[in-house]
């Protein structure tokens, strides 16, 4: 993959292009201060470098022209907010590759990198993607967590799972195991959460017929059912602390007992454990062993919340369209763009079953082809206005600035407001850090 630093004093700057970069797949590091990127520059032994020319200690050029000296033949890109031809004309003459003027336009730069160092490979990307494709999203957040799945997918390992109610735990889980080796065995699903306490064990490990009132005969659990297979205990964290003790057992021993029954049993099962609660805190108020949760926390998983990947929200409502359509055998409608965009502002605290719920409800209840903002519940719309209200003028600010990418056009229509105005709203924080960092 090809590698590219920034060198900027800004560091406001230097992550938001580190995030655009990271998207198109470039291995991206950064540096705020010149000493550092002199050190950076060697170890990362980057294909381009993309500079501020006006820098404290050292311009741009000087920076530049001790790149050489040092022999490191990176190619160049200089921008600077004090664009001028005779400074262009001496990067160029020095060897410099393009030089740009900011606020950057973030679609002619990229066009500049492919042009200067190639698009980067993305063979990888798209194999990965292929293999996980009921796993849907296109942003950072699910490229790492299918990367961290297809990393642990052929072990053994006992998984922990965390991530909030409707984020997609059980997905993953059956991700795990159907990429890998134990894929033409059984995946089986435990929702600890709604076993009675008293039988939790007759239907984790099974039971030998006789062994208490109603068992009237020999009965298999969920274990012997998973052997060479996965096992998957969800919301591992509502099971009692005796349960947990005797599962701790299993997974160290591999072993495990029938209830009523002196003979142990070898099992070969790998264990997916899953949790929507802050496992560590209760390990710490001695809710859950610690122990335990150590022997499931060998491989951690986090799935990230809908509101940490809101870029896939056009994505996810478009998938849903046609699944839903298909399964109705109704005509697919589409969304209007205004549409997704409010939905993208609401934080999804039911996260993706949220949204398809949501999905299927408009599908149903709007009366054209297209859903609208009109089509939308009040009681989203009331609450995406609340949140929207209660940021501080110079939030809304920073907060457009940054979703835009600092094009402010952009970021007058995510706020519903004239250039004009907010142009008058930016000069009220023109001393202000954050704020300056992000119109330079």
Not at 27 to 42: F, M
Not at 417 to 437: C, F, G, H, M, Q
């Amino acid at each position: 993959m090809k590698k590219i630093l920034i060198v900027d004093d800004k560091e406001n700057i230097s992550k938001v292009l580190k995030a655009i970069l990271e998207a198109e797949n470039y291995i991206v590091d950064y540096a705020n201060d010149v000493d550092e990127a002199i050190r950076k520059a060697k170890s990362l032994n980057a294909d381009l470098i993309i500079s501020d020319i006006r820098m404290p200690k050292m311009s741009g050029i000087e920076f530049y022209e001790t790149m050489l000296k040092k022999n490191i033949k990176s190619k160049f890109i200089f921008m600077t907010a004090y664009g001028s031809i005779p400074m262009a004309v001496k990067a160029m003459k020095l060897g410099a590759s393009e030089f740009l003027t900011k606020p950057l336009d973030y679609d002619e730069l990229k066009i500049k990198i492919r042009n200067l160092i190639g698009q980067c490979k993305i063979d990888e990307k798209d194999e990965i993607r292929k293999k996980y494709k009921r796993i849907i999203g296109e942003s950072k957040a699910v490229y790492n967590l299918l990367e961290t799945i297809n990393m642990a997918a052929d072990y053994s390992s006992t998984v922990l799972i965390q991530g909030e109610s409707g984020s997609g735990k059980e997905l993953v889980a059956k991700a795990l195991h159907y990429q890998s080796q134990r894929r033409e065995n059984k995946f089986v699903a435990v929702n600890c959460a709604a076993l009675n306490h008293n039988i939790i064990e007759s239907e984790l490990f099974g039971h030998k017929k006789g062994s208490f009132t109603g068992a009237i005969k020999d009965k298999k659990g969920k274990f012997e059912l998973a052997d060479q297979g996965t096992i998957m205990l969800d919301e591992i964290t509502e099971i009692s602390l005796d349960t947990q003790s005797k599962l701790l057992r299993v997974l160290q021993e591999k072993k495990f007992e029938r209830v009523g029954e002196n003979i142990s049993r070898d099992i070969d099962v790998r264990v997916i454990a899953t949790t929507n609660r802050d496992i560590k805190k209760m390990v710490r108020e001695n809710e859950f062993r610690s122990d335990l949760f150590y022997r499931l926390n060998v491989i951690p998983i986090n799935v990230p919340p809908l509101r940490e990947r809101k870029s896939d929200t056009k994505i996810l409502i478009d998938h849903f369209i046609k699944k839903i359509s298909d399964r109705e055998g109704v005509a697919r409608k589409s969304i209007s763009n205004k549409a997704v965009d409010l939905l993208k502002k609401y934080n999804w605290p039911g996260n993706i079953r949220e949204l398809e719920n949501l999905t299927e409800r408009l599908i149903v209840t709007s009366k054209n082809k297209e859903i609208t903002v009109q089509d939308l519940p009040p009681e989203i719309i009331e609450k995406v206005n609340f949140d929207q209200n209660k940021l501080s003028e110079k939030e809304k600010i920073i907060n457009s600035l940054t979703k835009s990418s600092g094009n402010k056009t952009k970021a007058a229509q995510i706020l519903g407001i004239s250039r004009k105005t907010l142009y008058n709203w930016i000069k009220k924080y023109k001393d202000d850090k954050e704020v300056a960092d992000l119109v330079e």
